[in-house]
T-cell receptor, first 114, second 112 residues
């Protein structure tokens, strides 16, 4: 999975299967986490967020899981489609701060195999 | 709504030249941001603004200046471009200080 400062990992998944993208965050004080999706040639697009007082949050076809004990965040995409092919970034920020302190990971490239 | 737009989409500069990147948003957002994206490094915040007439430094502000004369516009200036400023630049805006940011399509800048 991705982490701040590591090389861009890749994940290939068969169309229709579920995808799990992992993110190891660095600061145990972080209390807000966001997943962004970036398609080729486009800007990042917000997918889902979660606060540290939650372990799980679900959206449309996506679920974010937060494990504060091991500082791990994951994004699960159900029944992946070709349009899910993109780079996925996790981002974290700290208590009493907003987007100006958002730290982005390096991203994971998800490729959907038809 | 057009969302967040950026001009230009591409630009090639020679070392020492100057240029301004324009960001515009039509969502009446208070907060606006400029990021750069380099391979293997994720997005890094250059400057941001919490409202019209205000700007603040982000993580990597050196070599850049910004202005927010109108709420809907956020300009990023390079006074004397350097090859290290070759990057893809993204503008973003948000309604509040935290939460979802809306990103523009990016400007690919090459400094020779």
């Amino acid at each position: 999975g991705e982490s701040v400062g590591l090389h861009l990992p890749t994940l290939s998944v068969q169309e229709g299967d579920n995808s799990i993208i992992n993110c190891a965050y660095s600061n145990s004080a972080s209390d807000y986490f966001i997943w962004y999706k970036q398609e080729s040639g486009k800007g990042p697009q917000f997918i889902i967020d979660i606060r540290s007082n939650m372990d799980k949050r679900q959206g449309q076809r996506v679920t974010v899981l937060l494990n504060k004990t091991v500082k791990h965040l994951s994004l699960q995409i159900a029944a992946t489609q070709p349009g899910d092919s993109a780079v996925y970034f996790c981002a974290e920020t700290f208590p009493n701060f907003g987007n100006e302190k958002l730290t982005f990971g390096t991203g994971t490239r998800l490729t959907i195999i038809p | 709504n057009a969302g967040v737009t950026q001009t230009p989409k591409f630009r090639v500069l020679k070392t020492g030249q100057s240029m301004t990147l324009l960001c515009a948003q039509d969502m009446n957002h208070e907060y606006m941001y400029w990021y750069r994206q380099d391979p293997g490094m994720g997005l890094r915040l250059i400057h941001y603004s919490v409202g019209e007439g205000t700007t603040a430094k982000g993580e990597v502000p050196d070599g850049y200046n910004v202005s927010r004369l109108k709420k809907q516009n956020f300009l990023l200036g390079l006074e004397s471009a350097a090859p290290s400023q070759t990057s893809v630049y993204f503008c973003a805006s948000s309604y509040g200080s935290s939460g979802e940011q809306f990103f523009g399509p990016g400007t690919r800048l090459t400094v020779l």
